[in-house]
């Protein structure tokens, strides 16, 4: 016999509180010697002997009564041939959980780990009564309730014949509480949790431990499906700039790959496509337990959108094996310019007159800004002008952090612009030398906006005279992209979010230098711009399962083509603008192209989460019912006899309820008893 609450076992120390009362209230009456006595003294005895046998006889069931109760609290169940003697618990209560996480799409010898594990249903559901209720989970990050009813091994059978591995990982933690809630809601005395599952540790993530705190238990049987050999390898994640490139422009992708074996090394190929071209084709090592990140360099040769996919040769574990990726190329960059007047010479660096340049350039004054022309602009250039409010401040801050560029000129009227934009504490003057000059600072390696200038151009550019600029002081060094002769900051870059800002201590009127008129303001403006974007946070797309946020506006009916073929259509919603419009998640990777009418307005890559599941990290099937707050567990391994466990664990069975209407018999019988002694008190009193 064991218990399921042995802490009630110490209740056991209330037996002690009527043997107290017991010796303490016995009454000792002195003796008189009195001559007629003697003739009562043989009834007397014998009435005594009497009274004290009915008073050890209250006093052994009230000890028994307390013991039963104690004892009924404490639940305690008995196994072998003791529990026939106990009637059965009727029909039960089931909950199958089935884990189709990625990871149990490992091949083993026997098939993939999920076609090992639903193989096992079929001699579990032999184990059950015609009159079992059974509900039928498939569970990842989610749960699916694929037959909820009275046991029909037929039909719970069909319901798994076409199910299949996800593309998602595995939430343990959350599938248990699912599998207990559905149990909590039955009335039925037994319940049982069968849960088949490779019990990956990664799948306790924010696993909540539910400790069984109800008051009927919920016997739990795990079923472990492992890989004997875990060894795996993966393309853990590619990043690519979140920023269009432009065309003539060249991107860089990372390309993340680990090693999950602990004790030897992973040699693999892998190939890179975009757009059906192999652009790079490479042999990886990489040591037990480590990670390599690979460079692939992808030329925009035309505008559109870029669809590439990163692949390595195909193991146990496919999920992994190939990741895909988007890049967006612009014919022109749309490039919003803020001023109010002065800024001739800048508007036409921007957008030459004729010219076939890189930029489609708008202009507005500093009082017409409004957040529309922000959601069409790539980056915005703030000129000379009467300067911004705050809240447009506000807006371009925004802008920038949903990834956008701005590149603001360190003029007088920006100055409170640049200190709010700015993340470090700044102090800017802006000084006059017309009786002299100040010059750029030739670079040690120059910035990359600065790549399309050869070295004579470097040197010319050095050479320009500055009459008039802002002097800046609090910038980080490493912020820092050109400087003065002074040492001042002559252009540096921040990041704010996803985006970028260029401050810039330019003053795009020819009296302030000689730079407006030099041809080096062209492209030297130009490239700032264009540039700015690059090396931005990185983007990996979204994961399955994810909502996808399209923010492009709604000019027409959406529609959204998924991976697996289907489509997805809405109609325009001129009210969801500044909250995009949410695309239905993809169920498997590969690419989500959105169109606006007959526009291809977005591509969006879809990708597994391989940092979850990847490394086949097993848990041992206790440890994770320690960690589920699982207490009444039994673990059947595949090698093991899963009807003859399953008849074991369900073997002992508690009897706190006989134990509690056995102390409810004694303490009714101590009543009687009572009540008689009373009784019989009153008559020899009245006698």
Same mark, same amino acid.
């Given at each position: ?615 086949? *990290? ?65 008559? *020899?009193?009245?006698?």
């Amino acid at each position: 016999m064991n218990f399921l609450a042995p802490a009630y076992l110490l209740a056991l120390a209330a037996v002690a509180v009527p043997i107290l009362i017991h010796i303490f209230t016995r009454r000792r009456v002195p003796e008189v010697p009195w001559g007629s006595i003697r003739f009562l003294r043989p009834a007397d005895r014998r009435s005594m002997a009497r009274i004290n046998i009915r008073r050890l006889l209250l006093l052994a069931l009230r000890i028994a009564g307390i013991a039963l109760v104690a004892l009924a609290l404490a639940r305690p169940v008995v196994r072998g041939s003791l529990a026939s003697l106990f009637p059965a618990g009727g029909s039960r209560a089931v909950c199958i959980l089935l884990d189709r996480s990625y990871s149990m799409g490992v091949e083993t010898d026997g098939g993939t780990a999920f076609d090992r594990a639903r193989a096992r249903i079929e001699p579990l559901l032999a184990e059950l009564s015609g009159g079992d209720r059974v509900a039928v989970v498939l569970f990842d990050t989610a749960a699916e309730v694929v037959y909820d009813g009275e046991r029909d091994a037929g039909a719970i059978l069909a319901a798994l014949a076409g199910a299949s591995v996800s593309w998602r990982g595995t939430d343990l933690g959350a599938a248990v509480a699912f599998g207990r809630s559905a149990l909590d809601r039955s009335q039925r005395e037994t319940r049982e949790l069968y849960v088949l599952s490779d019990f990956q540790r990664s799948g306790l993530g924010a696993a909540r431990a539910a400790r069984e705190s109800n008051e009927r238990p919920v016997r739990a049987i795990l079923l472990p499906i492992q890989a004997a050999d875990p060894a795996n390898a993966a393309i853990e994640e590619v990043s690519t700039p979140r920023a269009a490139l432009h065309r003539g422009e060249t991107a860089e992708i990372k390309i993340v790959l680990r090693n999950a074996a602990p004790d030897r090394e992973a040699r693999f190929p892998i190939e890179v496509e975009a757009s059906g071209r192999r652009v790079m084709e490479k042999e990886i090592a990489i040591r037990p337990g480590g990670t390599a990140v690979e460079t692939a360099v992808i030329r925009a040769d035309r505008s559109g959108w870029i669809e590439g996919v990163v692949r390595k040769r195909a193991d146990r574990l496919a999920a992994d094996d190939a990741r895909y990726f988007t890049l967006r190329v612009r014919e022109k960059a749309n490039v919003l310019l803020v001023s109010d007047g002065g800024g001739f010479y800048l508007e036409q660096a921007l957008s030459p007159a004729g010219g076939e340049g890189d930029v489609a350039l708008a202009t507005r004054g500093s009082r017409e800004l409004v957040s529309a022309d922000l959601d069409r602009a790539d980056a915005v250039v703030l000129g000379p002008g009467r300067g911004l409010e705050r809240r447009d401040v506000e807006l371009l801050r925004r802008f920038v952090a949903a990834g956008g560029t701005a590149l603001v000129l360190v003029l007088p009227e920006h100055a409170g612009a640049v200190e709010r934009l700015s993340r470090a504490a700044l102090s800017i003057e802006f000084a006059d030398m017309p009786q002299g000059y100040f010059t750029i600072a030739r670079p040690e390696r120059p910035p990359g906006f600065l790549a399309p200038f050869g070295e004579e151009d470097l040197s010319a550019l050095a050479r320009l005279r500055f009459r008039r600029a802002a002097f800046v002081r609090g910038a980080k060094p490493s912020d820092v992209l050109l400087s003065f002769s002074t040492g001042n900051p002559f252009v540096w870059k921040e990041r704010l979010g996803g985006g970028a800002v260029v401050f810039a201590c330019i003053d795009p009127r020819p009296e302030a230098g000689e730079l407006v008129l030099s041809p080096f303001f062209l492209p030297l403006v130009q490239q700032i711009v264009l540039a700015a974007g690059a090396g931005g946070a990185p983007g990996d797309g979204v994961l399955v399962g994810e909502p996808i946020i399209f923010a492009g506006g709604a000019r027409g009916e959406i529609a959204a083509r998924m991976p697996d073929g289907s489509e997805w259509r809405s109609a325009p919603d001129p009210g969801a603008g500044a909250a995009g419009i949410a695309v239905p998640p993809a169920r498997e990777p590969g690419f989500v192209t959105i169109t606006v009418g007959a526009q291809v307005e977005a591509i969006v890559a879809v990708n597994p989460d391989c940092r979850r599941e990847s490394d086949l *990290s097993y848990l041992a099937a206790d440890e994770a019912a320690d960690s589920l707050g699982l207490e009444h567990r039994t673990a059947v391994g595949e090698g093991s006899d899963l009807p003859a466990a399953v008849r074991a664990a369900r073997e002992g069975k508690e009897i706190a309820l006989p134990l509690l209407l056995a102390a409810i018999a004694v303490l009714a019988a101590e009543l009687a008893v009572a009540q008689r002694s009373r009784e019989e008190a009153g008559e *020899s009193r009245v006698g």
